[in-house]
Every structure is written in structure tokens, then in C-alpha cells.
């Protein structure tokens, strides 16, 4: 018997790999911004020069992010719209303004950092933008999980662990990132005086990669939930998770096994810290990469895979 | 302000599947070939001989909770006082998150400019014999030969590249007292529309009289669009 | 306005200025950017105000399929922009199809023939590329005016023939006027490619060769055989709306080998086996006799009440002087049952036929209990096949049966119109003419193995698909010179290989037509015909809903391009061309003969031509004067009148005034059919043989007196069942309009509303088990084999049909008619594949008709 229900929608994936980025830089973004913001207010002075890598990633980060964006639209010329209009029931509203207000402020933070003692508008201070960008950045990030997670007719979005995944990833992302660049900033302009021995550098960190491992861990956990969930969920979820599994496949399972190798190589790091030794600078690099690699791949597959194959089955459904 | 709640009773078992409202919609609403703003579901199902053919006819539902409305982050996609769900182009900025959020699958994008047959045909079939869809066009004065203006009253006339659109209820034919062009276009007259805030109205008495169904009731959009009875026995 | 054509795909000027046609905002852009070609739609505003964008409805009539609707067209501006039902129309009160829609896309089709065009590739042959080039009108009726009068002027102008396809009722001043002025017999007309065994077996039973009208609000129940009304069949948007209020009332079932849309609404399915369809009619005739429920009113009974129909046991009527059976409306009953049903038991029939007796005898004994009010639906499916005639009869006679025929409920027939025939042209025929015209046809009706009986005549009718074979055999003369007109052989008949021979031979070949179509590309001119719907004046005249109604079509738009109505003014313009030449009497014909019912005055131009001749055919309809105005229906108030109005309508049909007045030989429906008896006779005796050789020569397996009864034939197949395990049917489509409109571009994204099918392909449908068994998938490209050709097209896994069955649809497969229906319209490229090349031309010859139905190919089915 073949039964297959035939409707044409429009064909193609609405919501390219585009979005896929956006939702990782600014997931990098928001993150990193935390990153710099704990670093400044709790961290010693060495760690400052992490801080504004840190902090200058994040409204680039998020700004490349927003013109991937922008350039996906169809109509750019009315983008001005969503200024003009109040649209309070649209998740997306509310994101370009907590975005827009993030670059911002996150600019702002970046430039005090990196220029101290300039004086001008001085009370924008540091402390003050960084208090008010803290709340906007943790909005930011979990409204790029909320954004999907509110399309309740597409079953993967529609979950707790989108927004869940999307927290933790850009706790992941957003120190992985940071860390990377700012060894990169260090190989090639050399590290800063106040910056000390690179080997101490990185034991001070230790509660970073702590955070590092225990988000990684996290994060596999709500994978593992979000296919239970939907293996286990009504007929056209099913139908979802294994559409997405024939797709994407091979992709997820690199993304696991780097996120998995990611963390057996903060669990060495953090070994060696026990013993007074560091890992390697090439070994932080790659934990950074596979982070990076695994959490991009993680919301590649959440974009487009989540717009596979439209259950039609239930969407034929009369009751 | 209008006390009008606006609706669609589909008779399945008076529907007999053969498109002429989704052809109809197409030439009242210059819609693209590509995008069917009125559309169907067929399944066959079962095993020869017990083979079953069912046919359900789609359209916008007008969800009175539309997730499309929801989202959009302009308010381009609203709703009417009318009850429809209506697009401005104007406010539109082509995210497509209203496409998304749609459970129907009934919203369209222009990713290319629209009509191309007519727009961008300049390689006749035998040159000076035949024509090609622009010099049609051109000799039509209109866009697509068989251009509705009426359309243009109330929406554009033919979407812009880069814009979304949809079914509309013909509100450019309610603005003038006329049914949809699906409901006039029905031969097995399976289309009930009209005033569901009028419990006269023809849509009223036939929800009262059969027990109406939905699309997709879980997601809890609450359609304007119902069907009645069964397309087979 | 309009003087500048953006031609390049990336003319900036035609960007700019349909940009601002979207935006409703052209005089801004236009000034902004400054082009003289930025107003070009500056008449049709985006911002149109209601009042501006009303337009105007006008009437005309859909000529997408034989139920020939009156329609209204929307026209704004001068172009038509929508389509409705014409309201004032009693057949389809105001509703339409999904055809009339699509007619848009016809005629403002690109692909459209826009103006004249000549061959300049003398070779002709599918694949060479013909070197049209555009010409004027007056250069190719040169042309054409030559060519006649080189017949004329040797002394043959037999060797002249015509071939119409679809037709107004002016056709006669083309189709008959024109061969027979010249001096030929060669009228050929498309009727047997069409429904002549449909016709067949109504005139045999009850006297009509014709198509019947069904009483669908009083019915009670619903025997199709074949036939998918709300998708086809002559009355589609009135079997449509009524359909769900009836079968609210009705059970409906479905003799048919696909689950059509008809079926699929059904209480019952029975899908046959191809081409035995005779076995299940025999078979429910059986049971309504030995049962003993046949409608006793209308056919009679036993005199003594005692049912005598015993299975397997003749009526011994030779006891007795007196009759045992009292017979009243009918004639024959016992002699069917004696000759035929006594042994046709439903078990028999379930072997045959692959529908369990079960099915057989509860679809047979619940037709019978609706009584009269019981419908036996005849279409083309049940009779266009190789030994169709007799299950023509066979499904037709079951409304006899039950005496439904002219019966409330039933099936009933055409009420008269007003409308008249063309004037007498015998004055106009000259010597050479008058004897001529009266050789021998082309199509080799009459002959022994083609008895075509239409009218009970020998050679009564068309053959329509013989007229290749004539034309290749040189038989009964050569053909020389050509017109064909909205028609496309080449493509819509089986065994299609054979015209493209016969029109590659074909000295000189003229094809007036909407766009270049298959046979188009072997003539040497090419002439642009007026569209019917929208562009051409003149008349239809059908019935439905128990009305029959006369439709006009009018003209409602200026054509974009330079096209002439085939039918009235290309005929004057040949008159024209004829009279220049010396020989006028065609010309004298149309002005003499046609002049103005209302002014007298004699046409001067083929415009004032159509007119006049229009009003004199339809006067009845219209003009007070005329003896039959308001006879049979509408009064309509003088000429304007019936154009705004578009359709004069009859009164409702009055049931059972033609009981015991049948033009059947003894005035009763037959079961023992009188009338064919005198007619195979009457062939029999031309060719002085017996009627066994006639069936003989006509493929048929019966003998002695069963050729005078409905009675089961066996399906002929082609091709052997080991080497073509798969029995090939094709059906309709419901977006057809005669195979025309698979270049629009809305048939081909709505085509998956015919069950089973999909939008933009042409699939052949097989059925999941014999696709698991070849291993194929959907999507697959297979090539379909017969012992006649092969067609390449994609598979479709579906269980609407019989293991051992493949079915496609007709209307896709053109290798020309455009750029949508073609996949590649230069290298002559088909979309899909068309059925008629796998399609052995096999005959109904006691008809005449082209057996397309009924299995009658088997075919294998490899992967490409």
C-alpha cells in the first residue's frame, strides 16, 4: 500500500544557513560580551586584555550576525518598518530591538575597555553599560532560541531545549570564541605585558573551563533529551526527528564527536591544572574549534533541519 | 468599527476536486502560477480494490489566533476588523517568519520577480510566427494579460519580488458586496462564506446543522475555514 | 504608448517600468528615470478604483469540452481577465468548470500562431524543422486559391479534401459549402475519433443517434459505465452542482478500470477489467430478468405471471400460438434472453471481468429497484473500443430493462431548437462539382469492413481515422491538396504515426489553426485561427439539466494578432481569391445566399459575412417572423437581444412522449434490435455477403442472431501477453480542453486534481504490486512499449487500478502546440508522451469509430 499524501507548499527551505549564522554569532556575541563583562568586574587585571577581545567580538560578532540577516530579507528597503511599528506579540520585534540595543551598548563597553581614559560622555561608564547590556545579552541569547522555539508547527523548534541549547551554546561558544581569537591576538601581536606567563594566564582560568565543560555536558544532555522527546513524541514528531536524522545525519554526528572530544579535552585540562601542568596552546585551540565547529553545526541542523518535511500527515488532519 | 466575523464552511460532500477555485483564485488574484493561494490536499489511500481518493480543498484560514499575525515583527501581516487576516506589502520586510509560523502552508514568497512566463519570455517559438509572453504582455497593455485590476483596490496588484502573499478572502470583492472568486467559481457550490457574527448567515446555519471540523485543531489557531461531511462514502 | 519592446531578459527599462507598475507609482519612476517605455501599462493603475476595474461581463460559449457551456467573460479594457457561467443559461445555470478558466491561458498563449506563416523546408517529416516564415494573409490565400484551381482546371478536384475537428454550427459553410462547390466528396469530420460507438448503441435500442441528457434531481441511482461526470462527459458543470444533492438521494457506482474522480465519490467501484465491460452489462441484464425485477410497466410480463427467465434454460415460446411474454414498450426481451443472457450468470461474468458476482449482482438488483428512476450511463469509455458496438447496446439497454429511457429520473433526450441548416448549394455546384462531389470518401466508409451505420445506412458515417490509410493507399484517389481545421490528427488519433506519413505525402497541406500543433508542422501554410471563446462568432446548440439551449460565441475581444475565424471568414476570403481566378461560384454562393435576415443586404467582407450568416442559422431563436420563435423556448427580443443575453434556452423536457414513437424499426426500445438486423442487412447485401461476414470483417466473434441482440464480445488486445504483460488504458482529464490545453501552464500546475496524476508530468499509472515487481519507484522514467510504438514518461505507484493494468491519461506527450506542452518545442521534444502513439489504430467498425479504449494495446514497461 503507498500512501503519501501530496500537498504543495512552497518548495525549498525558508530560513537558510544564513539564519544558521546569525544565531551563532550572536549567540558568540552575547557570550563573549558576558565573558568580558565577568572578566572586568571579577577577574584580575591580567586578564583585561582577554576581556577586550572579548569584548570587541561581541557587538561584531553580533552585527555580522544582524547583516547576514538583513540580507536575507526580501524586501530590505521596508526594515525601517520595524521601528515604525509596534509589534509587542512578535518575538522577532522584541529581538531587533534587544539586538540593536545590544550592538550598542556592547560598542560602547568595547570602546571603554579598550580606551579607558577617554574622557568624553564619561558617564557612560564601563560599569554602567555593562550592567544594563548584562540583562540584554541573556535576553539576546535566549531570544535566539525563543525566536523558533514560539513556531509550534514545526516540531523541533517548538521544544524547551531549543531555548535550553540555544543558553548553553552561547556560554560554549561565546568563551570558546573569545578564548581563540584572543590566542590568535597573542600569536600574532604578542601578549601584553600585564598578561603574565601564559602558563599561570591559563590556571587562573580554571573556573572558565569549568563552566566550559559543565555547559558542554549540559548541552549533550539536551540533545540526547530534545530526540527523546521527539522520537518518543506524537506521529509528526517522529516524522520530524527522522527526517532530520536521514538529512543531517552525519553532520550531527561530527558535531557530537567534536563536542565530545571538546570535552574530554577540557576534563584533560582541567587534570592538568590539578597536577600544576596546562595543556598545550594547540590542544585550547582545538577545544576552542571543536566548540565552535560542534555549536555552529548544532544550530545549522536546528535551522534548516527543523524545516524539513512539513508533517503532512497531520496537517491533512480534519477534527 | 465592523461587526462582521467573516468564514468559510467547505461541503466535502459536495466538493468533487476539481480545482476550478484554485484556477479561478489564480485569475482573480493574479497570482503566479508557482503559488496557490487556494490549494488542495489528495491522499489515495488503501488497497486495490478498496482504494480511497480524498480531496481536501485549502485556503488561508484567517485563523482568528494566527500565529502568521503573531509574528510578524511589522504587523504587515494583521488582522482586519473583518476578521481577515490580510497582508500590507507596505510594512513588509520579507523575513518569511510568517511562513514559517503557518501551519497551513499557505503563505507565498517571491523569491524571483513574479509571472515570469509573461515578464521575462523574450525567445519566441518561431520567430515572427509565434510570440514570446513579453510581446503578449506588451500587446495586452498589462503586466500579465489577463491582469485583474480589481485586485489592485485593496492589495497589490502583483506582489513585489522580495514580499510575501496570500489568500485574502477576496477582500477587494467583499469591499463591492461579491463572494470570494473560490465561492463563485465552486460548480458543486461547496463554498459557504459569509458572516458568522450573523447567525442567519449561510455559514451559521450549516456549522449548526453539521458538525464542523478544522485543519490541524491543536495548534490552536482557531480557523475561519471549516469543513463539513466527507469528500467520500 | 507602446513603442518600444524590452526584448532582452535584462532590459532594464521593462524592470523599471513593471516595477512601477507594482507599486502603483509609474508617473513617479517614469519621471525619475525619464524612458519612454516606463508608461507602458500607465491604462491599468495599481491604485484602480473599484468603478474602473469592474469592467463588463459578456457572454460567449466554452468549447473546452462537448458540454459547450454558455460563459461570461469578464473584460476590462479590452481584455478578458476572468470567467463565469452565463446566469441566464437553464443547462449549467451559471456555473463553469475548472476548462473555462484555463481558456485564458489559451488565448493569450505566446505560442499562439499570430500570423501566416509559410514552409520553406520542402522535406516534411516529425523532427524536420519546417522554416516557417511569416506572410500575409492575401499571399497565402493565393496560395491556397492556386492550388484548388490546379484541381479544378485537371479535372479532379476530388483530390481536394477537408478535415474539421471541433466546430460552431456555421461549420457547414466551410465543411460542406467548400468541398462541395469545388467538386469533392472529401468532407472528413472528426465525429468517430470522438463518441460514434457512444452513439451507436442508443440508436440501435431506442432510435437516437445521438448523446443523451440524464434527469439527475429525480434519479435514484447511478450505473456509470466509464463515464466520470463531474470530470468529463458533456455536462460537467450541471453534473457537478447536482451531483452531491443527488447522490444524497442515489447510490452511485462506477464501471470504470480507474478510480476516477466519479468513482471516488462512489457507493460502488467496479473496475473492470479493459474491454469487458459487454460481460458485466450482459450479466446485470441476466440478473434483472432472472430475478424478476425488471420494470414490468414499461417492458411487460408473462402472461401468467410465472417467471420463465431461468438461469441457463431458454423461453420455449414454440408450445404455444400465443405469446408467453406480453410484451409493451419494448421489443425482444425474450428473444435477448434466449439468444444471449440465459447463461450469463454474474459467476460467468466475475471471471471475465475481475468484479466479484457479489458486486455484480447488487449493483444489478439495486439499478433495478430505483425503477425508472435508474440511470445506465453510456460514455465513451464502455464503447470506443474494438468490439464496442454491441456493449454500447448492451449498457444502453439496461435503461430499457428497468424503463428508464424518457422516463422521470431517467434518461431522457434533446429538446428542439429553432436553429437552422445552411441554404441549398446545389445551384452553386457546377457540372464538374455536382459529379465529383459524389465519388467515393477517403475515409473508406461503406466499404465491407466499414460499414459505419450511422443512421442505419451503410456508410452512413465518418471514418475518421481510416482517412490516413486512404491517403497513403491512394484510395479511392489521391489526396492533393488539404485543409484542416481545428483539428490536430497528427496527435489525437491512435496509431498518430500514420497521418504524419499520409501528411508527409501530402502535396499540399493548409492547417488553420490557434498554434502550431503537431500538424501544423507538416503543412506548407499555416494560417492563425480566432480563438472560439473569445474571438470568433458563432453558434452551439447542446443540452443539459433537461434543456437544451442554443449558445453563441462571440467575439468579445479584439485579437492581439492577425487571425481570422476559420469557419466563416477564411472560407469568404477563399471565395474571394476563387472569383479572381475565374471560378465564383463559392463567392456567389456566400453573397447570394447569405444575405442579412433583417436588412437583405448581401455580406461584402468575411465580417459582414459571419454576421449575416450567424443570424440566418439562429433566426428561430430570436427573430418573431421565424416560424419556430418561441416554439420550443426563449423569446428572445430581436438580435441585439440574443447577444447580450448569449444563449436562448428550450423548455424543460417533457418525459414519455416518445414512448411507442421510437425511430426504432418497430417504434419499441429493441432488445432484439429490428434495426440493426435491416442495416447490417443492407451492408451485407451492398457487398452481397452475409451478416456473419460482416461481423467477420468488422472484428467480431459473434454469429447468426447474436448480431442482432446486445450481447458479450470478448476484448481485442494487441500485442502478446508474454512479451507485453501489461493491458494499456487511457482516460480523460478533467483540465483537457480537447488535448488543447496542455500549454497552459494552469493545467500543468493542477493536474494532480485527476486522480492518481501529478502537476507537470505525464505519468503512467501502475499499480504498487506490479512496481515492487519490476522494481520500480516514483519519479522513475520508464518507456512504455507497444506492438505500435513507444512513449518515454514517469511512473506512478498508485492503487487506483488493477494489477496487470497501466494507465495514462490523454492530453500531454505534444511534441509541438508550444513551449509548455512541449519539452523542448524546437527539436520537437514531447512533455510526457502521448497515448496515441502506443495505441494501435483499431476501429469500431460498425460505427466507424477509433477503438481507443478497452485495453485494446498491451504494452511492456521498462526503465529507462
Given at each position: 500500500m503507498d500512501t503519501s499524501p501530496f500537498y504543495e507548499i512552497q518548495p525549498g527551505i525558508i530560513w537558510d544557513a544564513r539564519v544558521a549564522w546569525d544565531l551563532s554569532l550572536g549567540g558568540l556575541g552575547v557570550g563573549a560580551f558576558l565573558l568580558a563583562f565577568l572578566l572586568w568586574c571579577l577577574a584580575d587585571r591580567r586578564y583585561r586584555p582577554l576581556a577586550q577581545t572579548a569584548a570587541v567580538i561581541a557587538p561584531v560578532a553580533v552585527a555580522i550576525g544582524l547583516t547576514l540577516l538583513f540580507s536575507k530579507l526580501g524586501y530590505k528597503f521596508h526594515v525601517y518598518q520595524m521601528g515604525l511599528n509596534f509589534a509587542p506579540t512578535s518575538i522577532m520585534w522584541w529581538g531587533a530591538l534587544l539586538q540593536g540595543a545590544f550592538v550598542g551598548l556592547s560598542a560602547i563597553f568595547a570602546f571603554r575597555l579598550l580606551f579607558p581614559n577617554f574622557s568624553l560622555l564619561d558617564w557612560l561608564s564601563a560599569r554602567l553599560v555593562g550592567w544594563v547590556a548584562v540583562p540584554l545579552a541573556v535576553l539576546t541569547g535566549l531570544y535566539h532560541g525563543v525566536l523558533l522555539a514560539v513556531i509550534s508547527s514545526h516540531p523541533l523548534w517548538a521544544t524547551g531545549q531549543m531555548v535550553i541549547a540555544s543558553v548553553l551554546l552561547f556560554m560554549i561558544t561565546g568563551s570558546a570564541g573569545a578564548l581563540l581569537v584572543h590566542m590568535i591576538r597573542i600569536a600574532l601581536l ?7 606567563s601564559l602558563k599561570d594566564y591559563w590556571a587562573g582560568l580554571r573556573p572558565l573551563v569549568l563552566v566550559m565543560l559543565v555547559s558542554t555536558a549540559l548541552l549533550l544532555v539536551t540533545l540526547l533529551a530534545w530526540w527523546i522527546d521527539l522520537r518518543f513524541g506524537p506521529t509528526r514528531d517522529q516524522e520530524v526527528i527522522t527526517a532530520v536524522l536521514a538529512t543531517y545525519g552525519s553532520l550531527i554526528t561530527l558535531a557530537i564527536t567534536a563536542l565530545i572530544g571538546a570535552l574530554a579535552l577540557c576534563v584533560a585540562a582541567l587534570l592538568a591544572g590539578l597536577r600544576g601542568r596546562s595543556l598545550p596552546a594547540f590542544a585550547t585551540a582545538i577545544l576552542c574549534v571543536l566548540m565552535l565547529g560542534g555549536g555552529f553545526a548544532i544550530r545549522y541542523v536546528a535551522v534548516l533541519g527543523g524545516q524539513l518535511n512539513l508533517p503532512i500527515s497531520t496537517l491533512a488532519t480534519l477534527s | 468599527m465592523s461587526d462582521k466575523r467573516y468564514a468559510m464552511v467547505i461541503d466535502l460532500h459536495r466538493c468533487v476536486g476539481c480545482a476550478a477555485c484554485d484556477i479561478a483564485c489564480k485569475s482573480e488574484n493574479n497570482v503566479p502560477v508557482e503559488f496557490h493561494w487556494s490549494n488542495h490536499i489528495i491522499e489515495t489511500t488503501g488497497t486495490f480494490p478498496d482504494t480511497r481518493y480524498n480531496y481536501i480543498p485549502t485556503l488561508c484560514n484567517h485563523c482568528e489566533n494566527a500565529p502568521c499575525v503573531t509574528n510578524c515583527p511589522t504587523t504587515a501581516m494583521h488582522k482586519s476588523e473583518d476578521g481577515l487576516t490580510l497582508h500590507d506589502p507596505d510594512k513588509c520586510i520579507g523575513c518569511r517568519l510568517c511562513q514559517l509560523s503557518c501551519p497551513y502552508g499557505v503563505i507565498w514568497f517571491n523569491k524571483e520577480d513574479p509571472h515570469q512566463n509573461f515578464m521575462r519570455d523574450s525567445e519566441p517559438a518561431i520567430p515572427g510566427g509565434t510570440s514570446t509572453g513579453q510581446e503578449v504582455a506588451q500587446a495586452a497593455d498589462a503586466p500579465i494579460p489577463y491582469y485583474n485590476p480589481a485586485r489592485a483596490t485593496t492589495y497589490q496588484g502583483i506582489r513585489d519580488r522580495g514580499m510575501v502573499e496570500k489568500c485574502t478572502f477576496c477582500d477587494h470583492r467583499l469591499a463591492v458586496g461579491e463572494d470570494p472568486a473560490c465561492v463563485i467559481a465552486c460548480p458543486a457550490d461547496a463554498r459557504i462564506f459569509g458572516d458568522l457574527n450573523d447567525l442567519e448567515s449561510p455559514p451559521s446555519k450549516a456549522l449548526a446543522k453539521y458538525t464542523p471540523r478544522v485543519l490541524q485543531r491543536d495548534q490552536g489557531t482557531k480557523p475561519h475555514v471549516f469543513y463539513i461531511r466527507n469528500f467520500n462514502k | 504608448m507602446t513603442d518600444q519592446i524590452p526584448t532582452s531578459k535584462h532590459d532594464d527599462a521593462w524592470q523599471i517600468s513593471r516595477r512601477g507598475f507594482l507599486q502603483g507609482s509609474a508617473g513617479t519612476v517614469a519621471a525619475a528615470a525619464g524612458g519612454p517605455a516606463l508608461s507602458l501599462f500607465s491604462t491599468a493603475s495599481a491604485q484602480a478604483q473599484p468603478a474602473e476595474a469592474a469592467g463588463k461581463w459578456m457572454p460567449s460559449t466554452c468549447q473546452g469540452c462537448t458540454s459547450w457551456c454558455p460563459v461570461q467573460i469578464k473584460v476590462v479594457d479590452g481584455r478578458a481577465v476572468h470567467m463565469r457561467g452565463n446566469p441566464l443559461a437553464k443547462a449549467n445555470h451559471g456555473k463553469i468548470c475548472p476548462r473555462p478558466h484555463l481558456a485564458l491561458q489559451q488565448v493569450y498563449d ?5 500570423q501566416p506563416m509559410k514552409r520553406t523546408n520542402p522535406e516534411k517529416g516529425r523532427g524536420k524543422d519546417p522554416g516557417f516564415v511569416p506572410i500575409s494573409w492575401d499571399e497565402a490565400m493565393d496560395m491556397l486559391a492556386d492550388k484548388i484551381m490546379e484541381l479544378r482546371d485537371a479535372g479532379e478536384p476530388e483530390k481536394f479534401a477537408l478535415f474539421r475537428g471541433r466546430y460552431t454550427y456555421l461549420r457547414d459553410i466551410l465543411y460542406s459549402a467548400v468541398p462541395k462547390i469545388i467538386g469533392s466528396p472529401n468532407n472528413i469530420s472528426h465525429s468517430a475519433i470522438c463518441a460514434e460507438a457512444e452513439k451507436f448503441g442508443p440508436y440501435y435500442v431506442e432510435g437516437q443517434w445521438d448523446y443523451r441528457d440524464y434527469d439527475l434531481e429525480h434519479t435514484r441511482y447511478v450505473l456509470c459505465w466509464g463515464a466520470d461526470p463531474v470530470s468529463s462527459n458533456r455536462q460537467v458543470p450541471h453534473a457537478i452542482n447536482f451531483w452531491g444533492n443527488m447522490s444524497d438521494n442515489a447510490t452511485v457506482a462506477v464501471v470504470d478500470p480507474r478510480l476516477s474522480a466519479t468513482a471516488a465519490k462512489a457507493d460502488e467501484w467496479l473496475p473492470v477489467i479493459p474491454g469487458e465491460d459487454s460481460a458485466l452489462a450482459v450479466a446485470m441484464a441476466h440478473v434483472i430478468l432472472a430475478k424478476g425485477v425488471w420494470n414490468k410497466a414499461f417492458v411487460g410480463d408473462f402472461i401468467d405471471g ?8 431458454t423461453v420455449d415460446e414454440s408450445q404455444t400460438t400465443v405469446p408467453v411474454f406480453n410484451e409493451i414498450h419494448t421489443h425482444g426481451v425474450v428473444q435477448w434472453w434466449n439468444i444471449e443472457l440465459k447463461d450469463r450468470t454474474p459467476e460467468w461474468a466475475a471471471e471475465r471481468t475481475g468484479i466479484p458476482a457479489e458486486q455484480i449482482r447488487r449493483v444489478a438488483l439495486g439499478f433495478a429497484a430505483a425503477g425508472s428512476r435508474a440511470i445506465s450511463w453510456l460514455s465513451p469509455g464502455a464503447s470506443m473500443q474494438a468490439r464496442g458496438g454491441y456493449s454500447s447496446m448492451a449498457t444502453h439497454a439496461l435503461n430499457g430493462l428497468v424503463g428508464s429511457i424518457d422516463a422521470k429520473g431517467g434518461v431522457v433526450a434533446k429538446v428542439k431548437d429553432p436553429t437552422g441548416d445552411i441554404p441549398d448549394l446545389t445551384a452553386y455546384q457546377d457540372e464538374l462539382a455536382a459529379s465529383h462531389s459524389k465519388y467515393d470518401k477517403i475515409d473508406q466508409r461503406g466499404t465491407l469492413a466499414f460499414p459505419s451505420l450511422n443512421g442505419g445506412k451503410s456508410g452512413g458515417g465518418v471514418v475518421t481515422n481510416a482517412a490516413a490509410d486512404g491517403m497513403l493507399a491512394k484510395s479511392p484517389n489521391e489526396i492533393k491538396v488539404a485543409i484542416a481545421y481545428w483539428s490536430n490528427f497528427g496527435f489525437s488519433t491512435s496509431g498518430s504515426y500514420r497521418w504524419e506519413q499520409a501528411l508527409s505525402e501530402l502535396p499540399f497541406f493548409v492547417h488553420l489553426t490557434t498554434n502550431a500543433s503537431e500538424m501544423s508542422m507538416f503543412a506548407d501554410l499555416v494560417l492563425p485561427a480566432a480563438h472560439q471563446l473569445f474571438e470568433k462568432w458563432g453558434f452551439v446548440k447542446n443540452k443539459q439539466n433537461l434543456h437544451s439551449y442554443v449558445s453563441l460565441n462571440q467575439r468579445v475581444l479584439e485579437p492581439l494578432w492577425d487571425v481570422k475565424q476559420d469557419e466563416t471568414e477564411v472560407p469568404f476570403m477563399l471565395a474571394e481569391k476563387l472569383a479572381e481566378r475565374g471560378f465564383d461560384n463559392l463567392y456567389r454562393y456566400y453573397t447570394e445566399a447569405f444575405a442579412d435576415p433583417e436588412t437583405g443586404a448581401a455580406p461584402t467582407n468575411g465580417e459582414e459575412f459571419t454576421e449575416s450568416a450567424l443570424k440566418m442559422l439562429t433566426r428561430g431563436c430570436w427573430d418573431s417572423t421565424h416560424p419556430d420563435y418561441g416554439r420550443y423556448g426563449d423569446r428572445l427580443e430581436g438580435w441585439e437581444d440574443f447577444k447580450a443575453k448569449g444563449v436562448w434556452n428550450s423548455h424543460r423536457y417533457e418525459y414519455g412522449q416518445r414512448i411507442d414513437n421510437f425511430a426504432t424499426q418497430t417504434g419499441k426500445v429493441e432488445f432484439y434490435s429490428e434495426t440493426l438486423k435491416a442495416a447490417l442487412q443492407g451492408h451485407a447485401d451492398r457487398h452481397d455477403t452475409t451478416v456473419d461476414k460482416v461481423l467477420e470483417a468488422t472484428n467480431y466473434v459473434g454469429r447468426g442472431e447474436l448480431a442482432f441482440v446486445p450481447h458479450f464480445e470478448p476484448a481485442l488486445r494487441h500485442g502478446d501477453e508474454a512479451e507485453y504483460p501489461f493491458i494499456f488504458f487511457e482516460h480523460r482529464s478533467r483540465l483537457n480542453r480537447e488535448g488543447r490545453s496542455a500549454n497552459c501552464t494552469w493545467y500543468q500546475a493542477h493536474k494532480n486534481v485527476d486522480p492518481g496524476d501529478e502537476n507537470w508530468s505525464d505519468v503512467l499509472k501502475m499499480n504498487p504490486v506490479d512496481a515492487d515487481a519490476l522494481g520500480l519507484h516514483d519519479g522513475d522514467r520508464v518507456k512504455v512499449t507497444s506492438t505500435t510504438g513507444s512513449i518515454t514518461v514517469q511512473l506512478k505507484r498508485w492503487e487506483g487500478l488493477r494489477p496487470g493494468t497501466v494507465a495514462k491519461c490523454y492530453g500531454q506527450g505534444h511534441w509541438a502546440y508550444g513551449r509548455v506542452a512541449a519539452a523542448n518545442f524546437a527539436e520537437h521534444v514531447p512533455l510526457g508522451g502521448n497515448n496515441n502513439e502506443i495505441l494501435y489504430p483499431e476501429f469500431e467498425r460498425l460505427s466507424g469509430s477509433t477503438a481507443r479504449h478497452g485495453g485494446q494495446s498491451r504494452v511492456k514497461v521498462e526503465r529507462v
Open positions: 604578542g601578549a601584553r605585558s600585564e598578561e603574565g | - | 505566446p505560442d499562439r500562431v499570430r410465472e417467471n420463465r427467465f431461468v438461469v441457463g434454460q
